[in-house]
Structure formats: C-alpha cells, structure tokens
C-alpha cells in the first residue's frame, strides 16, 4: 500500500469517526442547555463552527474515496483532485482545531481571552 493510498484512507476514516462526534455534541448541547451550565451564546458559536468542520470533513472524505477508487488513473484530473483533497485537509486541520478551541472555552473559563479574575 503506497502513501498516498494511506493517506486517502486514514481521510476518510476522519470523516466517518466525524458522526459519532457530531452526534455526541448534541448529546451535550442538550445537556448543557438543560442544566445551564455554559453560555447559550458560546454553545450556538462551538455548534455552527462544528456544523461547519462537518461538512469539511464529510466532503474531504467523500473526495478521498473517489480519488482512492482512481488511484490508478493518471488522468490530469484526477492528480489534481488529490492535491485539492490535500490542501482541503489543511483547511480541515485548522477548522477542527478553532472549533475545539470554542468547545474547550465552554467549560474551561480560564482558557478564554477575556478571563478577568
């Protein structure tokens, strides 16, 4: 198995695993909510920020997948498809890393900038 097939496909593992995290932060929306535990404010950023890292991430693997399937076609297109899936995953690392930043914010006051004590 080359680089570029393991690559491809630890993607696409990345978008799968992305459904049960998803539905767990639903799960603790709801929870949060109910219990007023976190600012409503803060959970509706960390929620649209995740709904977005989603949709990334179900995209990179949707493209992985076809890009695995055409490894041995060395049509242009498909080189090309591959390098967008790279720079995509890029984007994804940097997207999943702010919406694990707010999520971190929600419960843990004194990793926010504006924490005055």
Do not use: D
């Amino acid at each position: 198995m080359s680089y570029k097939n393991l690559g491809l496909l630890l993607l696409i593992l990345a978008a799968l695993f992305t459904i049960p995290t998803q539905l767990s932060g639903e799960g603790a929306e709801h929870i949060l909510m109910e219990q007023n535990l976190a600012e409503h404010s803060r959970v509706e950023i960390h929620e649209a920020l995740g709904f977005w890292t989603a949709i990334l991430t179900y995209s990179i693997g949707v493209l992985a997948f076809v890009s695995l399937l055409m490894i041995h076609n060395v049509h242009s297109f498909f080189t090309y498809l591959r390098q967008f899936v790279l720079i995509l995953a890029a984007g994804a690392i940097v997207l999943i890393a702010i919406t694990a930043h707010v999520g971190g914010e929600i419960r843990h006051t004194e990793i926010r900038l504006n924490n005055v004590e």
